[in-house]
């Protein structure tokens, strides 16, 4: 029996019928290349705690500056404070521990842009941008929109040098706002006193969002063997804080503002120094010899 059903031939052929068409098919078909990964579910829970602690503290800095008063915006000074330690813990946490995610750098992220922008802004404004209306909260919106770039302008960044910050970071220049206003509570009610307050917001926004260098403090190696003489010197910081608060905290918050261009001028005069001596042209040993036989040369 030669039928195509017994001997298997039918199929064969048919296989291969199928096979050709595929090929001819081949290029006609879509093909999938932008699939995402899959989404991972969960989260990292102690960084995460800490960003957490970060927004909640920002979250609180707005609900006790909305109330106006004194004590409340000394309040409201503290939590932008704590902020910056929830802030500075859990992206070290999370490199020590290996829990570091997309999520928590965006998730971050968001509670700095609450934390170091909104808080900081509202703030100051019932504190002492109120009195010049307009012009106050456009001053604070200007900061909020710097700290949001400058963010922005981090997370997209390949950093070469990590010792160094492009432009100042937001949570230090928050410092600046909040360390003001706890140094001086009692807040600002004239259009005349007002007006400083400006400086007070604008030139860290402006500096927030520009290419000068401030120190980054990531780099130290809290692993590595220090003199004791450290320890001295961080418990005199600390006693200095503890006795006199206000002007310690404003203290250090502007003397890291302007650390960046004390920074920035001997890093100028290191290099001019250099190019100076390059340039001076090299005196030479003895005169040259006087060309006779010219016009000019006495017999």
Same mark, same amino acid.
Request: contains cysteine; charged residues 15%; hydrophobic residues 50%.
């Given at each position: 029996?030669?039928?195509?059903?017994?001997?298997?031939?039918?199929?064969?052929?048919?296989?291969?019928?199928?096979?050709?068409?595929?090929?001819?098919?081949?290029?006609?078909? +879509? +093909?999938?290349?932008?699939?995402?990964?899959?989404?991972?579910?969960?989260?990292?829970?102690?960084?995460?705690?800490?960003?957490?602690?970060?927004?909640?503290?920002?979250?609180?800095?707005?609900?006790?500056?909305?109330?106006?008063?004194?004590?409340?915006?000394?309040?409201?000074?503290?939590?932008?404070?704590?902020?910056?330690?929830?802030?500075?813990?859990?992206?070290?946490?999370?490199?020590?521990?290996?829990?570091?995610?997309?999520?928590?750098?965006?998730?971050?992220?968001?509670?700095?842009?609450?934390?170091?922008?909104?808080?900081?802004?509202?703030?100051?404004?019932?504190?002492?941008?109120?009195?010049?209306?307009?012009?106050?909260?456009?001053?604070?919106?200007?900061?909020?929109?710097?700290?949001?770039?400058?963010?922005?302008?981090?997370?997209?960044?390949?950093?070469?040098?990590?010792?160094?910050?492009?432009?100042?970071?937001?949570?230090?220049?928050?410092?600046?706002?909040?360390?003001?206003?706890?140094?001086?509570?009692?807040?600002?009610?004239?259009?005349?006193?007002?007006?400083?307050?400006?400086?007070?917001?604008?030139?860290?926004?402006?500096?927030?969002?520009?290419?000068?260098?401030?120190?980054?403090?990531?780099?130290?190696?809290?692993?590595?063997?220090?003199?004791?003489?450290?320890?001295?010197?961080?418990?005199?910081?600390?006693?200095?804080?503890?006795?006199?608060?206000?002007?310690?905290?404003?203290?250090?918050?502007?003397?890291?503002?302007?650390?960046?261009?004390?920074?920035?001028?001997?890093?100028?005069?290191?290099?001019?120094?250099?190019?100076?001596?390059?340039?001076?042209?090299?005196?030479?040993?003895?005169?040259?010899?006087?060309?006779?036989?010219?016009?000019?040369?006495q017999p």
């Amino acid at each position: 029996m030669t039928g195509l059903g017994l001997n298997g031939s039918g199929d064969k052929e048919g296989d291969d019928w199928s096979r050709a068409h595929l090929k001819l098919l081949g290029p006609l078909r +879509r +093909r999938r290349t932008d699939r995402q990964p899959p989404l991972r579910r969960g989260v990292f829970l102690l960084p995460s705690a800490f960003t957490l602690g970060n927004l909640f503290c920002g979250y609180a800095c707005v609900v006790y500056a909305a109330r106006g008063e004194a004590a409340n915006f000394e309040t409201a000074a503290l939590f932008v404070g704590l902020a910056y330690i929830f802030d500075m813990l859990d992206g070290r946490i999370a490199r020590m521990t290996g829990t570091a995610t997309e999520f928590g750098v965006q998730f971050d992220s968001l509670a700095d842009v609450v934390s170091f922008g909104v808080a900081p802004a509202i703030l100051v404004f019932g504190w002492g941008l109120a009195p010049l209306g307009r012009m106050g909260w456009v001053a604070g919106f200007i900061y909020v929109t710097a700290a949001a770039v400058r963010l922005a302008r981090f997370n997209i960044q390949h950093v070469t040098d990590k010792r160094y910050f492009v432009g100042m970071p937001s949570p230090a220049a928050a410092g600046v706002l909040a360390s003001t206003v706890y140094a001086f509570p009692d807040g600002i009610h004239f259009y005349g006193q007002a007006v400083p307050v400006l400086a007070v917001v604008l030139i860290p926004a402006f500096l927030m969002v520009s290419t000068i260098r401030f120190r980054s403090f990531k780099t130290i190696d809290l692993k590595q063997r220090r003199s004791p003489t450290v320890l001295i010197l961080l418990a005199l910081i600390l006693g200095a804080i503890v006795t006199h608060p206000r002007q310690v905290l404003v203290t250090l918050a502007y003397v890291y503002l302007l650390s960046a261009f004390g920074e920035m001028a001997v890093t100028r005069l290191r290099r001019r120094g250099p190019a100076e001596a390059a340039t001076v042209p090299a005196t030479p040993d003895a005169e040259p010899p006087v060309q006779r036989g010219t016009s000019d040369s006495q017999p």
